[in-house]
């Protein structure tokens, strides 16, 4: 396991390496804070100092922004051939798995944190539950890992970066829209109610809601966390193959 | 120090490699011709460990390599074809970085490690230059550097002097039979020349299964007078 370190170290900085992560972490922050302020957030007409209206629309954002985190990670090997080098190197899959998904989850939460000045912001204006803010952090944290869980193993799939997106944004709206009940009361239609209702169990909504409204709850934690286990665990048997 | 027996490996209905078998001791340079899609290069990544075989087997200085994977890792240096390396890298921070992985833990230790392959392979000039930036000479020989960085007994170079110069490509052949004596080297290559130049051993490989296994001399011997294209021609008709 000694060998994550190297791989996440260099997996960090590529980001850096390159004009990739300052496009993202400018966008990002853009994009999140211009929604909260916007009439759909409704950051003042809301009169609460909280950060309900900044996070709220983090499934969303996290939705096009994690792909685009995640699909270079495997995808951009293989299309160099880069993957020969780096699999002909002293490290096992599971070593190389892991050190590219913490590099990209650290990546993700960097953006998150960097969001901090809204977070002074509310203190300023008001009196805040920091409580909240902090479980609140800390889902979107674990929804980023559970996302980029998705996108890394979309992108171990192709060499093709376009196609890894493309994928990686299916199956993150498959797992986002789950939790709606317009999307589920189809379901219901269509399966047996039990299952339909453990479908909806995997949605990042429901499980994000909870962090929102200052709660941890240990199903939500397992929930992200066997996301991400089982996602790399198909990640190292993907790239064996 | 390489053991190869029977090594098969399928793409759908194509047997890439039909059956390859031969052994490499410390001292050989054994070069590996054949037509473009004979087989050479898929050899030698089941030899390195890339891809699996689906039959047979291939062991480094007595180590399976489908058995343990990383330790016969350990002990080969492998140039792919083409040289990959990350472009946005310095070629510091590139052999910094796979010196890391070869287990050089300290900073002092990977920097004298970096300082001999940068020398020995001359790319002082380039060092602090991205992999992006460096015309596709320097890009070999930073392929090269990463293979050598931690003095390998066992060489495996696909194609190491493609893209070169003339004078690069006699510095490259000059290098690689400096360090032969210690080691075992197998390369691929289809300029017969070079093989002629470096190799005490060469094997001609064709459809995946090998055609000839002797030295140059005798490879010459087999027809006197010939041109050894003509002899390679001969020998590999399969292919055409």
New interface residues.
């Given amino acids: 396991m000694r060998h994550i370190v190297p791989i996440f170290k260099r997996e960090f900085l590529g980001y850096f390496r390159s004009p990739v992560a300052y496009v993202f972490l400018i966008a990002f922050l853009f994009i999140s804070v211009s929604l909260a302020f916007s009439r759909y957030g409704g950051f003042f007409r809301a009169g609460v100092a909280g950060m309900d209206s900044y996070f709220t629309f983090f499934p969303w954002l996290f939705l096009f922004l994690v792909p685009a985190v995640g699909m270079r990670l495997w995808s951009e090997e293989k299309r160099s051939g880069t993957v020969e080098l780096l699999f002909t190197l002293p490290i096992t899959t599971l070593e190389a798995v892991l050190g590219k998904f913490l590099a990209g989850w650290a990546f993700l939460t960097l953006a998150v944190l960097a969001s901090f000045p809204m977070a002074l912001t509310v203190g300023y204006l008001g009196d805040p539950d920091w409580g909240v803010i902090l479980t609140t952090y800390l889902g979107a944290v674990l929804m980023a890992g559970g996302y980029l869980g998705v996108c890394t193993l979309a992108s171990a799939l192709t060499k093709n970066q376009v196609i890894s997106f493309v994928i990686s944004l299916a199956a993150c709206a498959g797992l986002l829209f789950l939790g709606f009940s317009s999307f589920t009361d189809t379901l219901e239609g269509l399966l047996p109610m039990a299952l339909a209702d453990a479908l909806s169990n995997f949605s990042f909504i429901t499980h994000f809601d909870a962090f929102t409204k200052g709660i941890i709850d240990p199903k939500d934690v397992v929930f992200f966390l066997s996301l991400m286990g089982f996602t790399l665990f198909l990640n190292v048997v993907v790239l064996e193959r | 120090m390489i053991e190869v027996k029977g090594l098969v490996k399928t793409y759908g209905p194509k047997r890439a490699v039909d059956g390859v078998s031969f052994s490499v001791k410390r001292g050989d340079i054994l070069g590996f011709l054949g037509p473009n899609g004979a087989g050479k290069s898929t050899t030698m990544?089941m030899i390195?460990?890339?891809l699996r075989p689906n039959a047979g087997s291939a062991t480094v200085d007595g180590i399976d390599v489908t058995r343990d994977p990383?330790?016969v890792?350990?002990k080969?240096g492998?140039l792919?074809?083409?040289a990959?390396?990350?472009?946005?890298?310095t070629v510091e921070e590139f052999l910094g970085?796979?010196a890391?992985?070869?287990?050089y833990r300290t900073p002092e230790a990977r920097a004298a490690q970096v300082d001999r392959a940068v020398q020995l392979t001359h790319l002082t000039p380039v060092r602090k230059q991205?992999i992006e930036t460096l015309s596709k000479g320097f890009k070999q020989r930073v392929g090269f550097a990463?293979a050598l960085l931690h003095d390998p007994a066992v060489l495996v170079l696909d194609e190491p002097t493609d893209g070169l110069d003339p004078n690069q490509k006699n510095e490259v052949r000059a290098l690689i039979k400096g360090m032969a004596e210690a080691k075992a080297v197998i390369l691929s290559t289809h300029i017969l020349e070079e093989v002629e130049a470096i190799c005490n051993r060469v094997i001609i490989i064709s459809q995946g299964k090998v055609v000839a296994d002797e030295t140059p001399a005798q490879m010459r011997a087999r027809k006197p007078g010939a041109r050894l294209d003509e002899i390679f021609r001969e020998l590999t008709r399969g292919d055409l």
């Avoid at chain 2, 990959?84 to 890298?89: D, H, I, K």
Wanted: charged share 20%; proline share 11%.
């Fill in positions: 990544k390195t460990g890339f990383v330790a890792k350990g080969l492998y792919p074809e083409s990959p390396a990350y472009p946005e890298m970085f796979i890391e992985i070869r287990g991205t990463q």
